[in-house]
C-alpha cells in the first residue's frame, strides 16, 4: 500500500497563475482532507471531504477550490495564485468521520509563489 | 484566537532521559487527542491518541496524559533516543465535527546522544 500520494512534489508558480495539486489515498478510506503548513504555525484546515460526492469548508478556504474526483481521489485547485499561497500542502486521509480514528498524512507538496 | 498551544517552540534532552512535550487547550468541546511527529521533508505520522474518557494512554516509550480540569495534555518519552528528533504536533478534534483537526504550532525536540 503506498498510502497517501500526493503530487507534486515542488511547484514554482507566478502570481496568477493556477494549478491543481493531486492527492489520492489507496486505504479504502471514506474522509480526506487539504492542510497547508507556515513556518511557525501548524497546520490549518483548507478544505475537506467527509464523503465521496461531498466538500466543506475548513478554516482557511479562501483561494482554492476542490474537486472529490472518486472515493481515493481529492484535488485542490488554485484558481489565481497569490504570494500569501506560499505553504507547504498536506493531504490526509482517515477511515471516516463517525469513529475516532487518526488520519494519515501525504508527504506534502512544497509551493512557492513567485 | 488558537485554540491549541504548544508554548515551547523547541526542547533538548539527552539520550536516554524523558522528553515531556506540553500542549494546551482552550476549547472545551474538544474530546479526542491525537500527537504527530514529523520529519523534515516529510508528512506528519500518527504517534499517539487519547480520547476524553481517560486521562492516561500509553504506548510502547510514549505515554500521553489528559487533564481536562486544566485543559493540558502532555506526551512523555522514555527513554529519549536520537531517532526521536523531530518535531512534535498535538492536535484536537470535536465529535460531530466530521474529525477536523486543529493543530497547534508544534515543538522541536533534539535528542542529544
Known amino acids: 500500500n503506498a498510502g497517501v500520494t500526493q503530487t507534486p512534489k515542488f511547484q514554482v508558480l507566478k502570481t496568477g497563475q493556477s494549478m491543481t495539486l493531486q492527492c489520492a489515498q489507496d486505504?479504502?478510506?471514506?474522509?480526506m482532507y487539504w492542510y497547508r503548513q507556515d513556518p511557525g504555525m501548524g497546520l490549518r484546515l483548507i478544505y475537506y471531504?467527509?464523503?465521496?460526492?461531498?466538500?466543506d469548508k475548513g478554516e482557511v478556504p479562501n483561494g482554492y477550490n476542490v474537486s472529490r474526483l472518486n472515493k481515493r481521489e481529492f484535488s485542490l485547485r488554485l484558481e489565481s495564485a497569490a504570494p500569501s499561497q506560499t505553504s507547504v500542502y498536506f493531504c490526509?486521509?482517515?477511515?471516516?468521520?463517525?469513529?475516532?480514528?487518526?488520519?494519515?498524512f501525504g508527504p506534502g507538496t512544497r509551493l512557492t509563489v513567485l | 484566537d488558537q485554540q491549541v498551544k504548544q508554548n515551547s517552540p523547541s526542547l533538548s534532552v539527552q539520550e536516554g532521559r524523558i522528553s515531556i512535550l506540553n500542549c494546551d487547550y482552550t476549547?472545551?468541546?474538544?474530546?479526542?487527542f491525537l500527537w504527530y511527529k514529523k520529519y523534515p521533508a516529510e508528512g506528519p505520522t500518527f504517534l499517539i491518541s487519547?480520547?476524553?474518557?481517560?486521562d492516561k494512554n500509553e504506548d510502547g516509550r510514549f505515554t500521553v496524559f489528559l487533564n481536562k480540569s486544566a485543559k493540558h495534555l502532555s506526551l512523555h518519552i522514555v527513554p529519549s533516543q536520537p531517532g526521536d528528533s523531530a518535531v512534535y504536533f498535538c492536535?484536537?478534534?470535536?465529535?460531530?465535527?466530521?474529525?477536523?483537526?486543529?493543530f497547534g504550532s508544534g515543538t522541536q525536540l533534539t535528542v542529544l546522544p
Open positions: 487519547i480520547s476524553s474518557i481517560k
Open positions: 492536535a484536537a478534534s470535536v465529535t460531530g465535527s466530521a474529525r477536523q483537526l486543529t
Open positions: 476549547n472545551s468541546m474538544f474530546d479526542y
Open positions: 471531504s467527509a464523503s465521496e460526492g461531498t466538500t
Open positions: 490526509a486521509s482517515v477511515v471516516g468521520v463517525v469513529w475516532n480514528n487518526e488520519q494519515f
Open positions: 486505504m479504502n478510506h471514506n474522509s
